[in-house]
């Protein structure tokens, strides 16, 4: 089965700082993964995703993750938070080739100091 | 091209009482799948919707059901509203056969039970 665990359910970094935001997954089989940003009381916007090919995935925003399947991680990195980059990050898994649900993780927070 | 509509934005509903909510897809997309998202959790699949049947099923009771209408569009039906019904509802569609199967959300149904 698959599932997702996203590691740090709040993160705070300072303007200006490295954005880590953890995620690990477990699948079967080969997997899809994703990341989507969620604004207060807004819904989900598609970051970026992993299907096949280049395990560096550059987004929108200047996000970017890497999927490291030895480690069954897709960590999201930014090298410099912005203020707008405060939002609910959520990493998401779909098995591939299987038209049908995503599983996502419960979410991490991200807070920007100023 | 319009994205994902949902409706209504906000409900409120009592104990016991049934809900309907709606959602277009995008443009040119024919399969459409319902979300739950739980305060402070990750979005959880209910169902999935293509040629106006349930493709697939997640763990949630027969209280929540659905339709698909010849034009794509959708509803969720919820009867016998429990307050853990509480949440934000969102929609999702995609296109059927297209790879990688992206699916695009809408901004969701705030739905509250009291």
């Known amino acids: 089965a698959q599932s997702v665990t996203q590691l740090g359910s709040h993160v705070s970094v300072s303007e200006g700082a490295l954005v880590l935001l953890r995620c690990n997954y477990s699948?079967?089989?080969?997997?899809?993964l994703f990341w989507y940003v969620q604004y207060p009381n807004q819904g989900l916007q598609l970051l970026l995703k992993?299907?096949?090919?280049?395990?560096l995935v550059k987004g929108i925003n200047g996000f970017e993750a890497e999927f490291k399947k030895s480690e069954t991680s897709f960590h999201l990195t930014k090298p410099s938070a912005h203020m707008s980059d405060a939002a609910e990050y959520f990493c998401a898994v779909r098995e591939m080739n299987r038209d049908d649900k995503i599983i996502f993780g419960k979410g991490t927070r991200l807070h920007i100091l100023p | 091209d319009a994205g994902v509509t949902q409706s209504p934005t906000h409900l409120i509903k009592t104990r016991g009482q049934q809900v309907t909510l709606r959602c277009s897809p995008k443009?040119?997309?024919?399969?459409v799948s319902w979300y739950q998202q739980a305060l402070g959790q990750g979005p959880q699949f209910i169902f999935q919707y293509y040629e106006e049947e349930e493709r697939q099923r997640g763990n949630f009771p027969d209280r929540f059901s659905g339709h698909q209408f010849p034009n794509y569009s959708s509803e969720l039906n919820v009867n016998a509203l429990l307050l853990g019904d509480s949440a934000l509802y969102l929609c999702?569609?995609?296109?059927?056969?297209?790879?990688?199967?992206?699916?695009?959300f809408g901004p969701g149904t705030r739905l509250t039970v009291t």
């Open positions: 999702a569609s995609s296109l059927a056969g297209d790879w990688p199967y992206e699916q695009y």
């Open positions: 443009s040119g997309h024919d399969t």
């Open positions: 699948s079967s089989v080969p997997p899809y």
């Open positions: 992993y299907t096949t090919g280049a395990t």
